[in-house]
């Protein structure tokens, strides 16, 4: 058990990042409170979706900086690696948020 998180450098942008997704969700609220068009609505989510991926990737970078590299020897080799697998879960979200967009363009899918 380490004595501090991994995001504990980070602590104060991951705290402002959710505020603001916790703002951006009570706009979402007030927009269905309002009978905004769906679509609007939609694409808020999105936006939220994004952010809240976005402090996932902090995280994440975070936790295999600090906990998964503290593990190890080679500090240099496991930067690298770190990096490595940050930027492929990086990708990954990029590519499914890609293929659900295809999906929805050939009217495979429907959020309406």
Known sequence: MHAHPGYADDKQQVLSR???IEGQVRGLQRMVDDDTYCIDVLTQVAAVTKALQGVGLL????????CVAGASGDAERTDHLVHEATRAVERLL???????????????????
Do not use: F, M, P, V
Request: proline residues 0%.
């Open 18 to 20: 959710l505020k603001r």
């Open 94 to 112: 990029r590519r499914s948020e890609e293929h659900t967009s295809e999906l929805q363009s050939r009217g495979l899918i429907s959020y309406a």
């Open 59 to 66: 995280l994440l970078d975070d936790h295999l900086r600090h």
